[in-house]
């Protein structure tokens, strides 16, 4: 079994495209705030200029396209056909499973990279609670549909306190899924789960029992697991990725983050106006960037610090990863 710490690289960039914040389901968990997103679906010549925005660097771009669900756009076939021309690194389409404007026939499994699939519970009881009445069937469905058609897929699985007494039975489901790889999110502190009644994070003491030892079953299954590391331990070493790597969150409204928990406020680092990537006036996130603080990252305390703890000396007890900082557990 291998188990590493991605490590952050200015080398290699992940552009996350929000083509649209239209959903047709309403988890209660979503990200998604149209107040800072916007409301808007991208036409397709603008979603071609947006990815010529950024296709100077595209050999080591990773594409992920998100919505809001991101198959109810008419034309993400040919945003997919317009990535590939471009020549980035690797393209995924995030979904919840629905697959609508049957996507599975107008892409083949040589367009994209990955389908990734997101459940959040090992029952239907748990995970429709949660996303939706019948989003359960709708993503085992879809595995299998793309699987017939040989795309590979893989599973998203956000764990938060409605689910995690599920995320033990998840190793028993999906070793014969045939997906390739699980990931495991923390749910973050963004759109409804920042509201008073949404707050749904699991203990320091819950996560660091349950996390590590559920990736290492799922792996044991030959599937790549990846998942946030969020405790550091005492000899590793705090880095913003806003500093070190290159990752850019794209909304249809135009704005560009850099580190996805600022998408709740109007900090942005770039906008995209009249097809121009043009940097934003401060104060933006990329002053939060350069701030140190003995608790690790800066947002974090800002916005939940109910996960950090301190000892009697009032040094804090972990200091908290940058929330892309992931752990990948291969065999
Ligand atoms: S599927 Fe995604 S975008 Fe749609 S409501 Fe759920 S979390 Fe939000
Ligand atoms: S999550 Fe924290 S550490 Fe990561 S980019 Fe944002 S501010 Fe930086």
Same mark, same amino acid.
């Given at each position: ?10 080398? /290699? ?9 239209? *959903? ?30 950024? #296709? ?59 389908? #990734?699939? /997101? ?15 019948? /989003? ?103 880095? *913003? ?17 850099? *580190? ?8 942005? /680092? ?62």
């Amino acid at each position: 079994m291998t188990n590493r710490t991605v490590a952050f690289s200015k080398d /290699s960039s992940n552009l996350f495209f929000h083509i649209l914040t239209k *959903c047709n389901l309403s988890c209660t968990h979503c990200y998604i705030n149209k107040n800072q997103h916007g409301a808007n679906t991208l036409d397709i010549e603008t979603i071609q200029n947006w990815l010529t925005l950024f #296709s100077k660097k595209a050999r080591q771009t990773n594409i992920i396209f998100l919505g809001g669900e991101p198959t109810l756009h008419p034309d993400l076939y040919l945003a997919v056909k317009e990535a590939n021309r471009l020549g980035f690194k690797s393209i995924t389409i995030d979904t919840n499973g629905y697959l609508f404007h049957d996507i599975l026939d107008k892409i083949s499994c040589d367009d994209i990279d990955f389908l #990734s699939f /997101s459940l959040d519970g090992a029952t239907r009881k748990t995970n429709d609670a949660i996303r939706g009445k019948g /989003s359960y069937d709708k993503v085992m469905e879809g595995i299998q549909k793309a699987l017939s058609k040989n795309f590979s897929c893989s599973m998203i699985y956000t764990v938060s306190d409605m689910n995690i007494h599920e995320l033990e039975l998840m190793p028993n489901i999906v070793k014969h899924l045939g997906i390739k790889r699980f990931f495991i999110q923390v749910i973050g502190m963004r759109g409804k789960s920042s509201e008073p009644n949404g707050k749904h994070q699991v203990s320091k003491e819950t996560w660091l029992s349950t996390i590590p030892k559920v990736a290492e079953a799922i792996a044991d299954h030959g599937i790549i697991v990846t998942y946030p590391k969020v405790f550091l331990a005492k000899n590793e070493i705090f880095q *913003c990725a806003g500093n070190v790597a290159d990752n850019y969150f794209i909304f249809p409204n135009g704005r560009v983050y850099q *580190c996805p928990i600022c998408e709740d406020f109007p900090l942005h /680092s770039y906008e995209i106006r009249q097809n121009q990537l043009i940097p934003t006036q401060k104060i933006n996130e990329k002053d939060l960037f350069g701030l140190t603080i003995p608790e690790g990252c800066v947002m974090n305390k800002m916005i939940q610090p109910q996960n950090l703890s301190y000892n009697k000396k009032g040094d804090p007890e972990h200091q908290i990863a940058c929330c892309m900082l992931k752990e990948e557990i291969s065999l």
